[in-house]
């Protein structure tokens, strides 16, 4: 079955140092990846998507995040934290087929908090 | 306009209540989420319409109605709910209903609580 799994509940970095967030999936075909950020109380807003092509991708707000098959994952990165960057942040994988095609499984998330 | 937007933004009920969400987007999108997210949890889907039509619904309780009354609008009515029931819920659109790849908007949700 498939599932995404964020191995880190909450992660604090100091503002300015790099930030790297871990998202493992389970998928039987090649997924729709993607990494949503939402801030208390508020919606979730898509920082970038990956189905095929350059296994890197750049996002909004300075994120990237890398696609390995090899190990199932997409990482999410930023070299630089801003103290803005504090917030709750999901990985996803879209379901392409069957009769919830068009449906996200998220992961449970990654609490962001940065310190000054 | 990106938005998606929900009204109200916060909202208490008895479990006799009957009250309604509502969601609005002016993008032309044709396809339209419900998401149910509890404290410290990631949304869950509850139901989508596409083109109008209610194409998925993940087996909630029938205490939640959803309603598309046109391709810009979408409700929630709720009734009898339970103290269980006390979340967000978020509003989601998309330009369709797409094989997996769509970026889906958020509107901030409806903080409910149910006592």
């Known amino acids: 079955a498939q599932s995404v799994t964020q191995p880190d509940i909450h992660i604090t970095v100091s503002e300015g140092a790099s930030l790297e967030l871990r998202c493992n999936y389970s998928y039987g075909a090649t997924p729709y990846l993607f990494w949503y950020v939402q801030s208390p109380g508020q919606g979730l807003q898509l920082l970038l998507k990956y189905f095929s092509g350059d296994t890197l991708v750049q996002g909004i707000k300075g994120f990237e995040a890398e696609f390995k098959r090899s190990q199932s994952s997409f990482n999410l990165r930023k070299p630089s934290v801003h103290w803005s960057d504090a917030a709750e942040y999901f990985c996803a994988v879209g379901l392409n087929y069957g009769g919830s095609q068009g449906n996200l499984i998220f992961g449970k998330g990654t609490k962001l908090s940065v310190k000054p | 306009d990106t938005e998606v937007t929900q009204t109200p933004k916060h909202l208490v009920m008895g479990m006799t209540n009957k009250k309604s969400l509502k969601c609005e987007q002016h993008?032309?999108?044709?396809?339209m989420y419900w998401y149910k997210q509890k404290a410290k949890k990631p949304p869950e889907l509850m139901f989508v319409y596409s083109y109008e039509k209610l194409s998925i619904n993940e087996s909630v309780p029938s205490r939640f109605s959803p309603e598309c009354p046109n391709s810009s609008l979408l409700n929630l009515h709720l009734h009898a709910l339970q103290p269980e029931d006390s979340a967000l819920y978020l509003c989601?659109?998309?330009?369709?209903?797409?094989?997996?790849?769509?970026?889906?908007?958020f509107g901030s949700g409806t903080q409910l609580s149910v006592l």
């Open positions: 989601a659109s998309s330009q369709v209903r797409g094989r997996g790849g769509e970026k889906l908007f």
């Open positions: 993008m032309g999108h044709r396809a």
